[in-house]
């Protein structure tokens, strides 16, 4: 198994750029997140999924958009990228299961805005 | 959901046990205890999770007093590869559960 894998690792855009990070897991999970970690910071949580065809807003949901359309795939968009939104970006799973709610998180996508 | 609270940092040597405690009062009746550990560069990974009394598996040992307002993990014999940052989270197990990372402990484990 893979886990939880992102494309891509590294990006570079410029400002009012476009951009979709791809998050996939095969572990059938119901549950998938997305996370950015600033220098020195904690994850903070943008936006979540409970189901395929389901997203909610986290903590710092302005200026992304999610969709899930596969139960396997969670995508973060940018529609319009901000230096703010320089940052590493990671995505995570985790089952329904009432005994535990252990995430399992993806290596990252470091984004750098200018 | 209930708010955790954790040293910044903490200083460590070789070979010593490593307590780390959270604090959490307001922790609901159904809420889990889960820790984290994240490397630089890498994503969090799960350390261990309990609801109360001790709970060891072959990492770590979780310690939860009978009120549940905190909790400490323990490392025992720590070595250079445990300097990471430590998060506590508390929440519901299952359902719609909304995680919430703070700034962790940051352990740095010393020759």
């Known amino acids: 198994n893979a886990g939880v894998t992102q494309t891509p690792k590294f990006r570079v855009l410029k400002t009012g750029q476009s951009m979709t990070l791809l998050c996939a897991q095969d572990m059938n999970h119901e549950y998938m997140y997305w996370y950015r970690q600033d220098p020195g910071m904690g994850l903070r949580l943008i936006h979540y999924s409970v189901g395929e065809g389901t997203t909610a807003k986290g903590e710092v949901p302005d200026g992304y958009n999610v969709s899930r359309l596969k139960k396997q795939n969670f995508l973060l968009g940018l529609e319009s990228a901000a230096p703010s939104q320089t940052s590493v970006y990671f995505c995570?799973?985790?089952?329904?299961?009432?005994?535990?709610?252990?995430?399992?998180f993806g290596p990252g996508t470091r984004l750098t805005v200018l | 959901l209930a708010k955790t609270t954790q040293p910044i940092s903490m200083d460590s040597y070789e070979g010593q046990e490593v307590n780390i405690t959270c604090s959490h009062n307001?922790?609901?009746?159904?809420?889990?205890i889960t820790w984290y550990q994240q490397f630089p560069s890498q994503g969090p990974r799960f350390i261990i999770q309990g609801y109360k009394t001790k709970v060891t598996n072959e990492v770590a040992s979780l310690f939860i007093p009978a009120d549940r307002k905190s909790s400490t993990l323990s490392l025992p014999r720590v070595s250079l590869s445990d300097t990471a940052v430590y998060y506590c989270l508390v929440g519901p197990s299952g359902g719609s559960y909304i995680p919430t990372f703070g700034r962790g402990t940051s352990l740095i484990v010393h020759p």
């Open positions: 995570a799973s985790s089952p329904w299961d009432r005994r535990n709610n252990e995430q399992f």
């Open positions: 307001n922790i609901a009746t159904n809420d889990y």
